[in-house]
């Protein structure tokens, strides 16, 4: 279902975090904080030698959690997982070579770098994994496409063909 323009939903909403559990939440604030520009912004004690350690960058947050198991999963690869859920975490860079030179040995490669010219001129993406195995995409030159600035669903829509430009017939 497409909404007419009249009848698009204003909600005032806007991202708060991304939660990570963590091997060791000291490893992984200190390669946010390192890499990504980061800084904590709180720290909870939940007692038992636990915390929630929150990271902010611009208006993003990291809620970093300490981990109470293994991952029941095999590691994922390339760029992420292929099951539901959370597939990778991602930056905007000016120039990836220069970030992944830049971290030296913390940038463990997954997958790429790999251009995407043919779709978006100047884009350029690779994924590496964070001290906990978390796939982190690393990109430069993505744009949105201008055609779709009036692009709106129906919260109800899951199927691409329920989906068209505002105002398209």
């Known amino acids: ?15 708060a975090h991304v939660a990570l ?3 060791d939440i000291a490893t992984t ?7 990504f520009g980061f800084r904590r912004a709180r720290s909870v004690d939940l007692g038992g030698g636990k915390q929630i350690v929150f990271l902010k960058s611009g208006d993003v947050y990291l809620e970093l959690f300490q981990a109470d198991a293994l991952s029941p999963y095999e590691q994922p690869k390339n760029d992420g997982p292929a099951w539901p859920g959370v597939r990778h975490i991602a930056f905007q860079v ?10 030296g040995s913390d940038a463990k490669l997954s997958f790429g770098p790999f251009g995407f010219d043919s779709f978006i001129p100047g884009w350029r993406t690779a994924w ?13 030159g993505f744009t949105d496409d201008a055609t779709l600035i009036n692009y709106r669903t129906s919260p109800e829509s899951s199927r691409a063909s329920d989906t068209a430009p505002v105002g398209a017939a």
Do not use: W
């Not at 279902?1 to 005032?12: A, G, Y």
């Not at 000016?94 to 971290?103: G, N, Q, T, Y």
């Not at 994994?129 to 690393?138: A, H, K, N």
């Open 21 to 23: 559990n963590c091997h």
């Open 94 to 103: 000016k120039d990836v070579d220069a970030k992944l030179a830049e971290m």
């Open 29 to 35: 604030e200190a390669f946010y904080t390192k890499h």
């Open 128 to 140: 590496i994994t964070d001290p906990d195995g978390t796939i982190v995409e690393i990109s430069q």
């Open 1 to 15: 279902m497409v909404f007419p323009e009249s009848r698009i939903p204003t909600m005032n909403i806007s991202f």
